[in-house]
C-alpha cells in the first residue's frame, strides 16, 4: 500500500488540476477564427478595407434577419487543434469614435473588464510596444492570484481615416493553450455608422483537449451556442449548437457585447460610463439568457465594481 501511495497522490492532483481548469474552461475558447485562412507566421490576414465592405454588401440579407435581434453574424468552427470563428457587426457609432476607441490599448482593457471572465487588464510598454496584461478566472468573485494571465502583444496594422485595424497576439495561455490572436478591423458606413469584423483564433494541446472534453462532460454539459444544427419543426425552435463551437460562440457573443457596451457608454460623461457599461452589458446578456446567463444583475454589479477598482489601482 507504502508503495501505491505516491502513484495515487500524482493521479489525484493531476485529476484536481484538470478540474479546477474545467471550471476555467468556459473562458478557454476566448478567440475565434473563420472565414479566411487560419493564421500564420506572416500576420493575421485582414480583409482590409475594400474586401471588408463587399463582406458587408454580402452579408446584408444575415445582418437584416437573424437571431441575434439585430444586425450580426457569427461563425464558429473547430479543427483538430484550433478553435477559430468571426463576427461581424454593423454598429450605429460614427467610424471616428469607433477608430479613436478601438485604437487605443487602454480602451481595451475598459471593454474587456465588461466580460464576465475577465478580471484584470492592464496596458503598459514592453520593449518600445505595448502589452496587454490579461487576468481570466471565473464567474464568481476571486482573488486575483487564481486567475490565469495571458499577456497580448497590441499592434495597430492601420488606422486610416477609412479603415482601422488592429492585432493582439499572446504565445501562451492557461493550460496547454498558445498562439493567441484578435484581430479587429472597421469601416465606416452610411449615416453615421461602422462596420466591425472581429476574428479570434487559437490553438491548444493534449492537456487543453483533457480540460475541454470534461468541462462538456460537467459544467458545460447541456449548453448551447446560436448555430441552428437542423431546421426547425412543427413550430419548435431549431436545435443549436453545443460541445466546443457552443464554447466558442458564447464567448464571441460575449466579447461583441463588451465593445458595443462600451461604445454605447460613451454617450453619457466620463464618470458614469463605467456604470452605463456594465448595465449595458448585463442586459444584453439577457436576451440570450438560455446561452448566456451565469449570474444574477446584483452579483454580476458587485463583483465587477470591486475588479473595476482593482485594476485601476493596482501597482
Given at each position: ?11 489525484m ?49 444575415q ?52 466580460h464576465?471572465n ?11 510596444s ?15 492570484l487564481e486567475?490565469s494571465?495571458?499577456?497580448f ?12 485595424a488592429?492585432?493582439l ?22 449615416q453615421g ?29 447541456g449548453?448551447v ?11 419548435e ?15 464571441t ?6 465593445i ?36 444574477d444583475?446584483?452579483?454580476y ?6 475588479e473595476?477598482?482593482r ?5
Open positions: 500500500m507504502a508503495k501505491r501511495l505516491p502513484i495515487m497522490a500524482r493521479m492532483w493531476f485529476f484536481h488540476a484538470i478540474q479546477r481548469v474545467a471550471r476555467h474552461a468556459l473562458v478557454l475558447p476566448l478567440w475565434l477564427g473563420l472565414f479566411i485562412p487560419v493564421w500564420g507566421a506572416g500576420g493575421s490576414q485582414a480583409l482590409g478595407p475594400a474586401a471588408l465592405r463587399a463582406k458587408h454588401v454580402a452579408l446584408g440579407p445582418l437584416a434577419s437573424n437571431q441575434f435581434q439585430g444586425p450580426l453574424y457569427l461563425a464558429s468552427t473547430e479543427s483538430a487543434e484550433q478553435l477559430e470563428g468571426d463576427v461581424y457587426a454593423l454598429v450605429k457609432h460614427p467610424f471616428g469614435t469607433v477608430s479613436a476607441e478601438l485604437s487605443d490599448p487602454r480602451h481595451w482593457c475598459d471593454m474587456l473588464i465588461l464576465l475577465i478580471k484584470f487588464c492592464r496596458a503598459k510598454p514592453a520593449g518600445g505595448t502589452q496587454l496584461d490579461v487576468r481570466i478566472g471565473r464567474k464568481h468573485d476571486r482573488p486575483l486567475a494571465t495571458v499577456l502583444s497590441y499592434r495597430p496594422v492601420a488606422v486610416d481615416p477609412d479603415y482601422l488592429v492585432e497576439e499572446a504565445a501562451d495561455g492557461p493550460l496547454d493553450t498558445h498562439d493567441y490572436k484578435i484581430l479587429l478591423e472597421a469601416v465606416p458606413i452610411a455608422q461602422s462596420f466591425i469584423h472581429m476574428r479570434y483564433s487559437f490553438a491548444y494541446g493534449r492537456a487543453g483537449r483533457v480540460a475541454m472534453q470534461l468541462y462538456l462532460a460537467t459544467l458545460g454539459r449548453k451556442g446560436f448555430t441552428p444544427t437542423a431546421a426547425a419543426s412543427s413550430g425552435p431549431p436545435p443549436l449548437i453545443g460541445g466546443v463551437r457552443g464554447v466558442v460562440e458564447r464567448n457573443m460575449r466579447y461583441y457585447l463588451a458595443e457596451s462600451y461604445l454605447d457608454a460613451l454617450s453619457v460623461p466620463p464618470p458614469q460610463r463605467f456604470e452605463k457599461g456594465l448595465e449595458g452589458w448585463f442586459s444584453a446578456t439577457q436576451k440570450f439568457a438560455r446561452q448566456l446567463y451565469e449570474v444583475r446584483a452579483a454589479l458587485e463583483m465587477k465594481r470591486k473595476y477598482q485594476q485601476q489601482t493596482a501597482p
